[in-house]
């Protein structure tokens, strides 16, 4: 088992910057790759951003040039640094890592974009 616990959300204007954090409870973000989802109210889960075990990442169109997935293998954690933040970015936010033949999932963190 693994549980992973997403930290960082909250409330920022249009523009402004957030940065999530997930941490696993076992030393497995250096091997694995990690990823990023969010939902929206009303809305399917979106895949974000990934970012493999050896560090190549991918984005969503839409959060392409204003999102950023790092990782630090050493704390076991993995980052979503957000800028340019708009109202549509307004979700739950996930983190998620497929480990021993699943799925793992966090329990989410807001984010609210709003003037």
């Known amino acids: 088992q693994v549980q992973l616990v997403e930290s960082g959300g909250g409330l920022v204007q249009p523009g402004g910057s957030l940065r999530l954090s997930c941490t696993a409870s076992?030393?497995?973000?250096?091997?694995?790759?990690m990823n990023w989802h969010r939902q929206a109210p009303g809305k399917e889960r979106e895949l974000v951003a990934r970012i493999t075990g050896g560090g190549a990442t991918d984005y969503a169109d839409s959060v392409k040039g204003r999102f950023t997935i790092s990782k630090d293998n050493s704390k076991n954690t993995a980052y979503l640094q957000m800028n340019s933040l708009k109202t549509e970015d307004t979700a739950v936010y996930y983190c998620?890592?497929?480990?021993?033949?699943?799925?793992?999932w966090g329990r989410g963190t807001q984010v609210n974009v709003s003037s």
């Open positions: 076992r030393n497995i973000v250096g091997t694995n790759g």
């Open positions: 998620s890592v497929f480990w021993r033949g699943r799925e793992h």
